[in-house]
């Protein structure tokens, strides 16, 4: 594993940090919003509901608490020296793969 590896989880890890802080940042804007609004939006016909806003950001938020989880268990790896080989044949996983998915715990073999 190179230093240039490293330096794409640590790439990726800042990426995904900041995606999961515009969406709190975002949640946070939609809760100030609910607290001066009538919640009863439902029947609104000018656009999304604030349920179903909130319901969406949600989502996005442990998708992104789940891509850092992702990414740190990579960087884990890396650290113990068992970055790079599939978790199911022990194989090495293709270093375009990793490149692509750089939390990838499998070749793409194994994927399928």
Do not use: N
């Given at each position: 594993?190179?230093?240039?590896?490293?330096?794409?989880?640590?790439?990726?890890?800042?990426?995904?940090?900041?995606?999961?802080?515009?969406?709190?940042?975002?949640?946070?804007?939609?809760?100030?919003?609910?607290e001066v609004q009538y919640d009863d939006d439902e029947h609104d016909p000018d656009g999304v509901s604030l349920s179903s806003e909130w319901s969406r950001l949600e989502g996005l938020?442990?998708?992104?608490?789940?891509?850092?989880?992702?990414?740190?268990?990579?960087?884990?790896?890396?650290?113990?020296?068992?970055?790079?080989?599939?978790?199911?044949?022990?194989?090495?996983?293709?270093?375009?793969?990793?490149?692509?998915?750089?939390?990838?715990?499998?070749?793409?073999?194994?994927?399928?």
């Amino acid at each position: 594993m190179t230093t240039s590896r490293a330096d794409d989880l640590v790439q990726r890890r800042r990426e995904a940090a900041a995606q999961l802080e515009d969406a709190m940042r975002e949640l946070a804007e939609l809760r100030r919003l609910r607290e001066v609004q009538y919640d009863d939006d439902e029947h609104d016909p000018d656009g999304v509901s604030l349920s179903s806003e909130w319901s969406r950001l949600e989502g996005l938020k442990q998708t992104r608490l789940d891509a850092l989880a992702a990414i740190d268990a990579a960087a884990a790896r890396f650290e113990r020296g068992e970055d790079g080989i599939c978790s199911v044949c022990g194989q090495p996983i293709a270093p375009a793969r990793l490149e692509a998915r750089p939390e990838a715990t499998t070749c793409i073999r194994c994927a399928r």
